[in-house]
């Protein structure tokens, strides 16, 4: 579950290296630089969410939103 950016920039990375990409490699393929998915990487959670969520959806990885039970 991803709770805050730190959570979800570790799923991306944990994904990420899954793939066997590297972020020179995503950086390449996405056009966002390496700095970018580092810090998102990283949870900074000041980066932009359209960008973020398209990062996820390249990886193969869905966003959803569902409410609590």
Known sequence: ???DAKDF???LRRRRKELGYTQAFLSEFSGF???FISDLENGKSTAELG?????ANL???DCSL???S
């Not at 960008?51 to 990062?55: D, P, Q, R």
């Open 33 to 35: 630089s390496v700095t």
């Open 1 to 3: 579950m991803v709770t």
């Open 59 to 61: 990886l193969g990885l």
């Open 51 to 55: 960008k973020a969520i398209y990062l």
């Open 9 to 11: 920039g570790e799923a």
């Open 66 to 68: 569902t409410p609590r």
